[in-house]
Each structure stands twice: as structure tokens, then as C-alpha cells.
């Protein structure tokens, strides 16, 4: 925190520990520290976080990127590079785009990509806005819950990364200071998953993939869901703790659901 205030590299910290702040500096400092001691998380007070290798801008209308989630772009960028028409751009979409974390660093390593970034929170797709903006990469930005935001438009792979924490969850204390509508879901966390994967199949092109970051216990309901809507090659990925992070499926081209789903309730 010292370091990002005063603009210096951690070395020059070391070698000049017999400096004093100024006032101006030693009160911004008080703040900070009073801040953090509060539980707000770090890229607050510097309002910047690493994801993928890109520097993002975030605020308090955005969920701090994690680095679990470099695990879904990961997987976004392997079924990028095997898509099968190269030539022809292929359309990505990111739900929930929050900081635009997603969309930004599939865009970064595949420039050929068509990407588009949704959320429903005006304030967060500013927010992505001006990372798109400062970091040159340029995106569609759509305004919308979900699937609403893109009427009509198919894409050939999907990516979310929804609100899937329950309510009451134990967790969402030492959360408090992120938007809680972008990581607490209805249904046991599992309401806007549900809305993602059953919206899928009429936006998604023939073979298009869904590929989804849950809860650490939620993989088996995902692979169910997405079974019972008509995915095939539904697969499960897990994260460098071990524990199944992201499931995805493709839409295969003749596929029946296994049977129709009615209602989103568990
Ligand atoms: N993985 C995040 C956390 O546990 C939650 C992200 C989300 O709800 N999408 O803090």
C-alpha cells in the first residue's frame, strides 16, 4: 500500500526506510490502513487488479477478478484455438462481464475474436468500458440481464462467470464490500446458472460451447443441467486446488434435450 502511494517501486521502500511521510501522505496512508483493517479488498485502494496478465481497472461496482477464473479464459482460449473455421471470426460472449475480465483477456490473445460483454449493472459495463478503452481492446458492450441484452444473436462459445454463492452463505461476510447481485444467486446459488444454461441452446450457433465457473460443489447439478438441456461433451475442469471450478458442454447440431426442463427451481 506504501508503495502504490507514493508511486515507488518496493525496493526504493526498503532502501529508504529512514523516510518520513508527509502530512498529506501519512493521512492518506490512515485511510488506507483503516480500510483495509475494515476488509475491503486490496484493488480497491488501488483500484487496479492483475487478471491474465492484464492490468484492470475495478471499483466497488465490480467483483475483483480471482484468479480461479483465468481458469475459464483458459479454457475459452484452448476452444478458440481448435475452432474449426479459422477464417470466419469466431463470436464470443461473456455474461456478466463485471471489470470485463473475461472478454478483455480473450480478446487479448486472440484478436480474430468478435467479443461481446454483458451486465446488467450500467455501472459495471463503464467500468469495463474504460478497460476496453485503456488497454485497446476493442469489445461489444451490452446492457442486459443475461441473454436479454443480446436479442436475436447467436455466438459460438459462451463464458460466465454468474453469482453463484447462496444466500445466508458463511462466506459472504468477508465479501461484503463487493456488489453482492454479482455473487449471491437465488435457488442455493444456483438460480442464474440455471438462467445461463436453459437461455444457451436458442443463443448458441450449432456446436457452440457454454462454458460456466460454479461453486466448488455445484459441478455435478451444472453437468446434470446442461445434460438435461441438450449439451453434449459436457466436462468438468478443476482448478489448481483440485476442487471442479468451471463445466461447459457443446450444442450439438440434432440434439434433443433429455427431457424439458420446466422450472428452474432445485
Ligand atoms: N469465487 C468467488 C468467491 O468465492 C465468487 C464469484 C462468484 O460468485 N461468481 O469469492
Same mark, same amino acid.
Given at each position: 500500500m506504501l508503495a502504490a502511494l507514493l508511486d515507488r517501486p518496493r525496493s526504493w521502500l526498503i532502501a529508504h526506510d529512514d523516510e518520513l511521510l508527509d502530512q498529506a501522505q501519512g493521512t492518506a496512508y490512515e485511510q488506507w490502513l483503516t480500510r483495509r483493517r475494515d476488509g475491503e479488498p486490496l484493488a480497491y485502494l488501488l483500484g487496479e487488479k492483475e487478471f491474465h496478465g492484464l492490468r484492470l481497472q475495478v471499483d466497488s461496482? @465490480?467483483? @475483483? #477478478?480471482? #484468479? /480461479?477464473t483465468e481458469l475459464l479464459v483458459d479454457w475459452g482460449l484452448r476452444v478458440l484455438q481448435a475452432w #474449426?473455421?479459422?477464417a470466419a471470426r469466431c463470436r464470443v460472449i461473456d455474461l456478466g462481464t463485471g471489470s470485463g475480465a473475461i472478454a478483455l483477456s480473450i480478446k487479448h490473445n486472440s484478436h480474430a475474436a468478435e467479443v461481446t460483454a454483458v451486465d446488467a449493472s450500467p455501472t459495471a459495463l463503464a467500468t469495463a468500458a474504460r478497460n476496453a478503452q485503456s488497454l485497446n481492446l476493442p469489445v461489444m458492450l451490452a446492457l442486459g440481464n443475461w441473454w436479454d441484452a443480446v436479442p436475436g444473436q447467436r455466438f459460438d462459445i459462451a463464458l460466465a462467470n454468474p453469482p453463484y454463492i447462496a444466500p445466508g452463505d458463511e462466506h459472504l461476510g468477508a465479501l461484503r464490500h463487493e456488489p453482492q447481485g454479482a455473487l449471491i444467486a437465488q435457488d442455493d446459488g444456483l438460480a442464474d446458472l440455471a438462467h445461463i444454461i436453459d437461455g444457451a441452446p436458442g443463443h448458441l450457433a450449432p456446436e457452440g460451447w457454454l462454458l460456466l465457473e460454479h461453486g466448488h460443489d455445484q459441478a455435478p447439478w451444472v453437468r446434470q443441467r446442461l445434460t438435461a438441456s441438450g449439451f453434449a461433451e459436457v466436462q468438468t475442469v478443476r482448478d489448481l486446488?483440485?476442487? /471442479?471450478r468451471c463445466t461447459g458442454g457443446r450444442v450439438l447440431p440434432g440434439a434433443t434435450p433429455a427431457f424439458r426442463v420446466v422450472s428452474s427451481a432445485v
Open positions: 461496482s @465490480v467483483l @475483483v #477478478p480471482r #484468479p /480461479e #474449426p473455421t479459422k486446488a483440485g476442487i /471442479e
